[in-house]
């Protein structure tokens, strides 16, 4: 066999594990349920187009969809880019510690997101002053909290791994610093910060529970519509409009995304085994930037995390004790939960775990396919097509994914077994949504490696495996850490999805925080507000441990 076929079929078998996981968990149940909603007695019914389209309320929501997704995007880019500089292009004591807090926000539950900044925009909250509550400024700062963490780690990562003798020989030929900052540095971060700006795009524009708790009445998205017409009305023909609208604007957002990363991607100079980050001066540009993170992390962060940490310690009676955590180890009152806190943790653990390792292994192998540039104009484009496809769960709604495998896994392909009853299936659909975010950690570094590399190996005689083995793993396996803590955490704050799959017996943290803020009284959310900063930690230390695991080197997108 020819060596072009055998290379040909190898990666073929590579991709075909991926592509049989988003097909059999993404495609199929998110097809059948937008088409479920065009079918109206076994025969095809268009007209709901023109019926939901025609509505000049769907146009309201699509315009309140893009603004805060706008928003959201160009405020999260100008707020992390100076907090990435000096998380990756500096080193101090306790670097690793603001990294994790950083992180934190984006993968807590957007619920309790909502909950912490309703706190503060109420009339007697930190913030109430401002008159933000139910309007869209403070669904959009509430987005940037979110968000922030994006793009710190997508920049921040290939940041602290560019080579900076490029800076360096500029500043030497007299160029200013910002000059050094317009001609070197910016281009050369394009990519990522084009990466950034789309993911950050996407979950704005698909934001669940931030804007169901934030934006009232007056404030709703084209996924808050969804859920609504699917969960309420059970309207599922204007759902399906709906989504496919949704579709859209994630393709669309997706493809320019890559048309511009891909008009200005090439082969950067990286770091390979050390960082590249210097300690921390007195410069001008140092103490800009250090004022810039002070108040980002102050402000944006730890005010939210701060009040709610403080509220959960605020008893029913008002007193201040721990009489809220003292609570978790019950089922809540008038019995609103099914399973203690504790239960409920420890199913987390064992459902983000499952689904870590599914995702890993998925999300590997689809960021070295991704990062392959073949040839051939058709291998091009079909890499292309991949990458893009993998990127379609961060913009479908995770209500659409979980609804669609309750359609669609009702003794799929004629199987005798309801797979809707099997435990599998949570971490299943947590997998779907971390697997696009394993991805982008490990991403960017494969497709910065100058290709050079691996012909220089094929010439001396390396194989297929052994490039991978010499040149591919020793840059980008120390992403691999973080990919894992990213996989882990993201799991564990879940919500959208596993909400419609999980049994009452195997509920899972963010289910029963939800349920607890959903019951009355104030026992159940004083547990709520307990339960919130116990999730919020663990994946603080999740996050921290995987700092640690990857070390002073380089990351990816996240």
Not at 113 to 124: E, K, M, N, Q, W
């Amino acid at each position: 066999m020819r060596p072009s076929v055998r290379r040909g079929l190898v990666w073929a078998s590579i991709a075909l594990v991926p592509l049989l996981f988003v097909g059999l968990f993404f495609v199929w149940p998110v097809t059948a349920l937008v088409l479920r909603g065009f079918v109206a007695d076994g025969a095809l019914d268009l007209t709901g187009f023109a019926d939901v389209l025609g509505r000049p309320r769907t146009w309201r929501l699509v315009g309140l969809t893009l603004a805060q997704s706008v928003l959201g995007t160009a405020f999260s880019l100008l707020a992390g880019l100076p907090v990435a500089f000096l998380l990756y292009r500096r080193a101090f004591p306790g670097r690793g510690l603001l990294r994790g807090l950083v992180t934190v926000p984006f993968v807590l539950p957007t619920v309790v997101v909502g909950v912490a900044f309703r706190s503060l925009f109420v009339p007697d909250g930190a913030l109430g002053f401002l008159g933000l509550e139910e309007t869209l400024g403070g669904i959009v700062i509430a987005l940037v909290f979110f968000n922030i963490s994006v793009v710190v780690r997508t920049v921040g990562g290939l940041w602290e791994r560019l080579d900076p003798r490029a800076e360096q020989a500029a500043a030497a030929l007299g160029a200013s610093p910002p000059r050094v900052w317009w001609t070197v540095t910016l281009p050369s971060l394009a990519p990522a910060l084009v990466s950034a700006a789309s993911v950050v795009f996407l979950f704005c524009a698909t934001a669940f529970g931030v804007v169901m708790v934030l934006g009232g009445a007056r404030y709703g998205t084209v996924e808050t519509e969804i859920w609504v017409r699917t969960t309420q009305f059970l309207d599922l023909r204007s759902a399906a409009v709906l989504s496919i609208v949704q579709l859209a604007v994630v393709a669309t957002a997706l493809a320019v995304s890559a048309r511009t990363r891909g008009r200005r991607e090439a082969a950067l100079h990286l770091v390979s085994d050390r960082t590249s980050a210097q300690p921390l001066r007195r410069s001008r540009g140092d103490l800009a930037a250090v004022a810039a993170t002070v108040t980002v992390v102050g402000g944006l962060i730890l005010l939210p995390l701060g009040g709610l940490a403080l509220r959960s310690f605020r008893g029913p009676d008002g007193a201040l004790g721990l009489s809220n955590y003292t609570a978790l180890g019950t089922t809540g009152e008038r019995g609103a939960l099914t399973v203690t806190v504790w239960e409920a943790l420890g199913n987390s653990l064992r459902t983000a775990a499952w689904a870590c390792a599914i995702a890993l292994v998925v999300g590997g192998l689809v960021a070295l396919l991704a990062s392959r540039r073949p040839r051939g104009s058709g291998a091009r484009r079909a890499v292309s097509l991949l990458d893009g496809l993998f990127m379609l769960p961060l913009g479908v709604s995770a209500v659409t994914v979980g609804f669609g495998f309750l359609v669609t896994l009702d003794q799929p392909f004629g199987v005798q077994y309801d797979l809707r009853t099997s435990p599998a299936l949570v971490p299943i659909a947590q997998a779907v949504v971390a697997v696009p975010l394993v991805a982008r950690t490990v991403l960017p570094v494969l497709r910065a490696i100058d290709p050079r590399l691996r012909e220089v190996a094929g010439t001396l005689g390396a194989g297929p495996g052994a490039v991978l083995r010499t040149v591919d793993l020793p840059l980008a396996a120390r992403s691999l850490g973080l990919a894992v803590g990213f996989a882990f955490a993201v799991s564990l704050g879940e919500f959208g999805a596993t909400s419609f799959l999980v049994r009452p017996q195997n509920e899972t943290l963010p289910i029963v925080i939800f349920r607890l803020i959903g019951r009355p009284g104030a026992e159940n959310y004083g547990m709520a507000l307990a339960a919130s900063v116990v999730l919020a930690t663990l994946t603080a230390v999740v996050m921290m441990l995987a700092e640690r695991l990857r070390g002073d080197h380089g990351g990816g997108e996240f």
